[in-house]
């Protein structure tokens, strides 16, 4: 998912899913995105 996304990421929490400290960068546009696993 893309950070920052505070609306997707309080989603996936409520969801049991926290961030692993996982980050790319799409070579696309540059967006930062973050891996969350539950």
């Not at 997707?8 to 696993?37: C, L, N, W």
């Amino acid at each position: 998912m893309a950070d920052p996304n505070p609306r997707a990421q309080a989603f996936y929490r409520k969801h049991g899913f926290t961030p692993d400290g996982s980050t790319q960068t799409d070579e696309d546009d540059g967006v930062t995105e973050i891996r969350m696993i539950r």
